[in-house]
C-alpha cells in the first residue's frame, strides 16, 4: 500500500482478515462481487453436426456421434439452419438430418454445396465458428467469429469494441466490464456485418436487432450463449458493497501461516486524512477517533430486536437496514426483503458495517456463535481450518495477579 494515501508515514501495521470474513463481501471462488440478476428458450427444428472435434471441445465423450453432437437450428422452420460450434483444433466434421446416420450431408467439391453422404468437410484451426445450412439448396457457409462489446455504455462507445473472452467449457462468451447507462450490442469480428441486439427485452438475441438499454452505470458480467435453438444472454449487476475494504496487491486470500505477513487480506477500514482530504497531524499516531456509537449501529440493534420478538416494525427494521445499504452499495441494488431478515443476516450485516470497530467478539456471543463447532473460521482454536472450542471462552479469566492479592475474587470457571 501506498502509506501517504492513508496519510501516515509507513506500511499498514499487518492487521489481516481471514477469508470467511472476506466472503461476506465477495464471493470467494471468483474474488469478484457478488452478482445479482436475469432467459427461456423454444424448440425449432434442428441438425446435427458429428464429426472428429467432439470430445477435444468438451461436447461429447465419443467423436462422430450424432446423438450427442452440437445441433444447428432452423428457427422460422424454413430449412435455414444456423449455429455455432466450438473447434479446439483443426478438425472434420459433417451434418446429418437426425440423430443418426441414415441421411447426412458432406461436400465432395469443397465448393460450399452439400451432396449425400458427401466427404467430410473441416476447419483449419481452432476456434468458434458461425455455420449456415440450408437443406434445400444443398448449401452451406462456415465464419469463424470473436465477439465484443461495444455501445453508449461502455468506455469506447460506439467507436471500438470491448472483448469478450470465450470459456470453451461453459460454451459462452464473458465479459467483466464497467458501464455507463446507455445501450450496447454484441458483434462479431470488429465489424458490423453481424450483430445481436434484443427486440423483444427477453433476453433473446436476434441478428441486427435493438440496442439493448443498461439502465444505470456499475460493474456488469455480461454473457452470450450461442447455442440451439435460442442464443441468449444476461447482464448481471456486480452488487459491489463500499464497504468491502481491502487490501489485495501481494496478499494471499489464505492464511497458512499467521506469522506470514503476506497472508490474509488487509483492512484499510481507517485512514488519518479528514473529510476534506487533509493529512492528519500527527503521521504516526492517527487522529482519527474511534467511533463507539454510530447512527448504523442502532439501527442494525432495532432490527435484531425485532427478529428475535421484542416488539417494533418489521417493515421499519427492514427500512432501517435498506437505508444502510444503500449507503454501502450507492443504490438499492443490494436492498433486501423482510424475508431476508434474519439473525444470521443480521449477524452477517453488523460485521459487514460494524468491523474493527469493537463488536464483532460481542455479536458472536450474543449470537451463540463464538464458541463450539456451529460456526467456524479460519484460526478458530488455533487450527488452520478452525474448530470449535470450549464454552468458558466466552468469558476472559481474571489476572492470576488479581485473584491472589484479593481473596474475596473467585477465577473464571474453567481458568
Given at each position: 500500500?501506498?502509506?501517504a494515501?492513508f496519510?501516515?508515514?509507513g506500511g499498514?501495521s499487518?492487521?489481516r482478515?481471514?477469508k470467511?470474513?472476506?466472503g461476506k463481501?465477495?464471493d470467494?471462488?471468483t474474488?469478484?462481487?457478488?452478482?445479482k440478476?436475469?432467459n427461456?428458450?423454444?424448440?425449432?427444428?434442428?441438425?446435427?453436426?458429428?464429426?472428429g472435434y467432439?470430445v477435444?471441445?468438451?461436447?461429447?465423450e465419443g467423436d462422430?456421434?450424432?446423438?450427442?453432437?452440437p445441433?444447428?437450428g432452423?428457427i422460422?422452420?424454413d430449412d435455414?439452419?444456423?449455429g455455432?460450434?466450438?473447434?479446439?483444433?483443426a478438425?472434420?466434421?459433417?451434418?446429418?438430418a437426425?440423430p443418426?446416420w441414415?441421411?447426412?450431408w458432406?461436400d465432395d467439391?469443397?465448393?460450399?454445396?452439400?451432396?449425400p453422404?458427401g466427404?467430410?468437410?473441416?476447419?483449419a484451426?481452432a476456434?468458434?465458428y458461425?455455420?449456415n445450412?440450408?437443406?434445400?439448396d444443398?448449401t452451406?457457409s462456415?465464419?469463424?467469429?470473436?465477439?465484443?462489446?461495444?455501445g453508449?455504455?461502455?468506455?469506447?462507445?460506439?467507436?471500438?469494441?470491448q472483448?469478450?473472452?470465450?470459456d470453451?467449457?461453459?460454451?459462452?462468451w464473458?465479459?467483466e466490464?464497467?458501464l455507463?447507462?446507455?445501450?450496447?450490442?454484441?458483434r462479431?469480428?470488429?465489424?458490423?456485418?453481424?450483430?445481436?441486439g434484443d427486440d423483444?427485452?427477453?433476453g433473446?438475441?436476434?441478428a441486427?436487432?435493438?440496442?439493448?438499454?443498461?439502465?444505470e452505470g456499475?460493474?456488469y458480467?455480461?454473457?452470450?450463449?450461442?447455442?440451439?435453438?435460442?442464443?441468449t444472454?444476461t447482464?448481471?449487476?456486480?452488487?459491489?458493497d463500499?464497504r468491502a475494504l481491502?487490501?489485495?496487491?501481494?496478499?494471499n486470500l489464505?492464511?497458512?501461516?499467521?506469522?506470514?505477513f503476506t497472508?490474509g487480506?488487509a483492512?484499510?477500514?481507517?485512514r488519518n486524512?479528514t473529510?476534506?482530504?487533509?493529512?492528519?497531524s500527527?503521521?504516526?499516531h492517527?487522529?482519527?477517533?474511534?467511533?463507539m456509537?454510530?447512527?448504523?449501529?442502532?439501527?442494525?440493534?432495532y432490527?435484531?430486536?425485532v427478529?428475535?420478538?421484542g416488539?417494533g416494525?418489521?417493515s421499519?427494521a427492514?427500512?432501517y437496514v435498506?437505508e444502510?445499504r444503500?449507503?454501502?452499495?450507492?443504490d438499492?441494488?443490494?436492498?433486501m426483503t423482510?424475508?431476508?431478515?434474519t439473525?444470521?443476516f443480521?449477524l452477517?450485516?453488523?460485521?459487514?458495517?460494524?468491523?474493527w470497530e469493537?463488536?464483532?467478539?460481542t455479536?458472536l456471543?450474543?449470537?451463540g456463535?463464538f464458541t463450539?463447532s456451529?460456526?467456524v473460521?479460519?484460526w478458530?482454536?488455533a487450527e488452520?481450518?478452525?474448530?470449535?472450542?470450549?464454552?468458558?471462552?466466552?468469558l476472559?479469566?481474571?489476572?492470576?495477579s488479581?485473584?491472589?492479592?484479593?481473596?474475596n475474587?473467585t477465577q473464571?470457571?474453567?481458568y
Amino acid at each position: 500500500m501506498d502509506p501517504a494515501a492513508f496519510g501516515i508515514d509507513g506500511g499498514w501495521s499487518g492487521l489481516r482478515t481471514t477469508k470467511e470474513f472476506v466472503g461476506k463481501f465477495l464471493d470467494l471462488e471468483t474474488l469478484a462481487p457478488k452478482l445479482k440478476s436475469a432467459n427461456a428458450t423454444a424448440d425449432y427444428p434442428v441438425i446435427y453436426v458429428p464429426g472428429g472435434y467432439q470430445v477435444a471441445a468438451g461436447y461429447s465423450e465419443g467423436d462422430w456421434s450424432p446423438d450427442v453432437a452440437p445441433t444447428l437450428g432452423s428457427i422460422n422452420s424454413d430449412d435455414n439452419y444456423e449455429g455455432y460450434i466450438y473447434f479446439a483444433d483443426a478438425a472434420e466434421f459433417k451434418f446429418t438430418a437426425g440423430p443418426n446416420w441414415d441421411l447426412n450431408w458432406g461436400d465432395d467439391g469443397a465448393d460450399g454445396s452439400l451432396e449425400p453422404n458427401g466427404a467430410n468437410l473441416s476447419v483449419a484451426e481452432a476456434g468458434y465458428y458461425k455455420i449456415n445450412v440450408n437443406t434445400v439448396d444443398l448449401t452451406y457457409s462456415i465464419m469463424k467469429t470473436d465477439w465484443g462489446i461495444i455501445g453508449s455504455a461502455t468506455a469506447g462507445g460506439w467507436d471500438s469494441d470491448q472483448n469478450m473472452e470465450f470459456d470453451a467449457e461453459t460454451k459462452t462468451w464473458n465479459a467483466e466490464i464497467d458501464l455507463a447507462a446507455g445501450e450496447i450490442k454484441f458483434r462479431a469480428n470488429d465489424g458490423w456485418d453481424l450483430n445481436y441486439g434484443d427486440d423483444d427485452v427477453d433476453g433473446i438475441l436476434e441478428a441486427g436487432a435493438s440496442n439493448i438499454a443498461i439502465a444505470e452505470g456499475g460493474s456488469y458480467k455480461i454473457s452470450m450463449k450461442l447455442e440451439s435453438p435460442d442464443y441468449t444472454y444476461t447482464v448481471e449487476k456486480f452488487s459491489s458493497d463500499g464497504r468491502a475494504l481491502f487490501f489485495t496487491d501481494g496478499q494471499n486470500l489464505e492464511i497458512n501461516n499467521l506469522f506470514e505477513f503476506t497472508d490474509g487480506y488487509a483492512i484499510t477500514k481507517w485512514r488519518n486524512i479528514t473529510s476534506t482530504g487533509e493529512t492528519g497531524s500527527d503521521l504516526t499516531h492517527p487522529d482519527t477517533d474511534f467511533p463507539m456509537f454510530r447512527l448504523a449501529d442502532a439501527y442494525l440493534m432495532y432490527a435484531e430486536a425485532v427478529v428475535r420478538g421484542g416488539g417494533g416494525s418489521m417493515s421499519t427494521a427492514l427500512s432501517y437496514v435498506n437505508e444502510l445499504r444503500e449507503r454501502a452499495y450507492g443504490d438499492d441494488y443490494g436492498n433486501m426483503t423482510e424475508a431476508d431478515l434474519t439473525l444470521d443476516f443480521i449477524l452477517d450485516e453488523r460485521a459487514r458495517e460494524l468491523y474493527w470497530e469493537g463488536h464483532r467478539r460481542t455479536d458472536l456471543i450474543r449470537f451463540g456463535k463464538f464458541t463450539g463447532s456451529d460456526y467456524v473460521w479460519a484460526w478458530k482454536g488455533a487450527e488452520k481450518d478452525g474448530i470449535g472450542v470450549d464454552e468458558k471462552y466466552k468469558l476472559f479469566p481474571l489476572p492470576s495477579s488479581d485473584v491472589s492479592a484479593n481473596p474475596n475474587l473467585t477465577q473464571t470457571t474453567g481458568y
